[in-house]
């Protein structure tokens, strides 16, 4: 099971400190309202991700296994492909101006619609934690309720620490900021390559 809760938490933790829609909205409240008012946005996820999540697992169940080991095997190339930007930004430098000069909504229910809009929540549900949710729930569905409970958990502690972090921003300092960035690029690379060595041994033990 830990592995599972590990793949949940750790995709989670690099998902919610990415600059993004819903980062640009989080800063853009702040400025505006304030960090307390802010934080319940960062339920966002739970309200937008449902149709996602059901579409996305409805889908997967109706393909063979092989599609499945494809699917794993592009998210790991997508996971390095994050981490490989996640990177590139550490090194050119991550500042709060480049976050707030995307336009945010103001409400709750916007920034879940603005979620619903990103690509980013179709992605990583078809293909890193659909694939697997899935091979977790063939092993024992427990294991696929805590993968989904350590992704959602994790999830939004990220985004409210991330809410908390744009109000109190000057005890951050851009250094730490930089610091975020190259450790989400860390763990994305680990996740793809673990991703990719799970499907490599699915394709090799079905020959």
Known sequence: MLEYV???????????????????????????????????????????????IVITLMLLSRVPESFQTAMRA????????????????????????????????????????????????????????????????????AYAVALIAAFYGTMVVGLAGTIFLFGSANRLGPRGRRGLVLVSAGILAALGVYQLVLSFLDIFGAV
């Open 74 to 141: 592009a998210g790991g190339l997508l996971l390095l492909y994050l981490a490989w930007t996640s990177y590139r930004q550490w090194q050119a430098g991550v500042s709060q101006d480049a976050v707030q000069s995307e336009s945010a909504p103001r409400t709750l229910f916007q920034a879940v619609m603005v979620n619903l809009l990103n690509p980013n929540p179709y992605l990583g549900w078809s293909l890193v934690l659909g694939p697997a949710v899935m091979d977790a729930w063939r092993h024992d569905p």
């Open 6 to 52: 590990l793949i949940g938490a750790g995709f989670a933790f690099a998902a919610a400190i990415q600059p993004g829609p819903l980062q640009a909205y989080f800063l853009s409240s702040v400025v505006q309202r304030g960090w307390r008012r802010t934080l319940p946005a960062a339920l966002a996820p739970l309200l937008s991700d449902g149709p996602i």
